[in-house]
T-cell receptor
């Protein structure tokens, strides 16, 4: 079984401030972990993924995430928020033995204030 | 630009209509997916095709009928829908087999409104 919990359905930051979106996972086997971003009226786009290589993963648009097995976490960060980062963010988990079935978190809406 | 193309982008239909959503990808992926997404919710898996065969049906009502004519195309046939079926329908594709991480490539979605 696998599950994902995103802490905080809404996060609001000022432009230029640190972005931190939290994701905790549960998996009976070592997981693959993903962050997707969804802009209004669009599909989901991959930001970054963890697939058991480096624990610090860098993605597009200046985002990065660190896999911490001891904390079962995969939090998403960006040092300096930009107005264009305002979107919905989803954390997702799959298992290597069943990679076709992703489990998504409930999502976090990021608002960036000028 | 997305490499998964969905048509139409918007569809309005009555409860007695028959319509279809279409999805196309040219990335050589052999798994294709239909997801349903309600506003401010995560995508919900509906169907998975692997090598053009239906491999997962998440207990979706029969008024939704998927079809995978070939490795690049995925259709979702709609008939006798209910207003609660109004949602964004997302198509996705991925690799299969060893080395597949489950990374999904999504289209931009088809916004369906059932009157």
């Amino acid at each position: 079984a696998q599950s994902v919990t995103q802490l905080g359905s809404h996060v609001s930051v000022s432009e230029g401030a640190l972005v931190l979106l939290r994701c905790n996972y549960s998996s009976s086997v070592p997981p693959y972990l993903f962050w997707y971003v969804q802009y209004p009226n669009q599909g989901l786009q991959l930001l970054l993924k963890y697939t058991s290589a480096a624990t610090l993963v860098k993605g597009i648009n200046g985002f990065e995430a660190e896999f911490k097995k001891s904390e079962t976490s995969f939090h998403l960060t960006k040092p300096s928020a930009h107005m264009s980062d305002a979107a919905e963010y989803f954390c997702a988990v799959t298992r290597p033995t069943n990679a076709g079935k992703s489990t998504f978190g409930d999502g976090t809406t990021l608002t960036v204030k000028p | 630009d997305t490499e998964v193309t969905q048509t139409p982008k918007h569809l309005v239909m009555g409860m007695t209509n028959k319509k279809s959503l279409k999805c196309e990808q040219h990335m050589g992926h052999r798994a294709m997916y239909w997801y349903k997404q309600k506003a401010k919710k995560p995508p919900e898996l509906m169907f998975v095709y692997s090598y053009e065969k239906l491999s997962i049906n998440e207990s979706v009502p029969s008024r939704f009928s998927p079809e995978c004519p070939n490795s690049s195309l995925l259709n979702l046939h709609l008939h006798a829908l209910q207003p609660e079926d109004s949602a964004l329908y997302l198509c996705a594709s991925s690799q299969v087999g060893q080395g597949n991480t489950g990374e999904l490539f999504f289209g931009e979605g088809s916004r369906l409104t059932v009157l």
